[in-house]
């Protein structure tokens, strides 16, 4: 178990971590990045792996936004939210989309 500061690697020589939350130190509600670099026996680091981690909200409905990382010049591509939840017996209904940049 271990208790993540934003910034500050934890290192560790098994390839799993429990991230520990309490009250006293909770992840907020949104969205998390966590990153993994391992190290080999000769010391070479692989380039960084990261994962988004979501935190619901136990009120409002959370959004979750599914997109591919790239596509090509002139392709069209989709934009998923099936994954967007609220706490039941809530539902969501609707969906508004905004292009930010």
């Not at 000769?42 to 990261?50: A, F, I, K, M, Q």
């Not at 009120?59 to 967007?84: C, M, R």
């Amino acid at each position: 178990m271990a208790i993540f500061n934003i910034g500050a690697s934890v290192e560790t020589t098994t390839p799993t971590i429990e991230v520990t939350v309490n009250s006293d130190s909770p992840l907020p509600i949104g969205r998390h990045k966590f990153q993994l670099v391992v190290v080999d026996d000769s010391g070479n680091s692989s380039l960084p792996d990261s994962v988004d981690i979501i935190v619901r909200d136990t009120i409002n409905p959370t959004a979750i936004l599914i997109a591919p990382t790239q596509v090509e010049a002139g392709q069209s591509f989709t934009l998923d939210g099936n994954k967007s939840s609220d706490v039941a017996p809530g539902k969501v209904v609707k969906y508004i989309w905004t292009q930010i940049d």
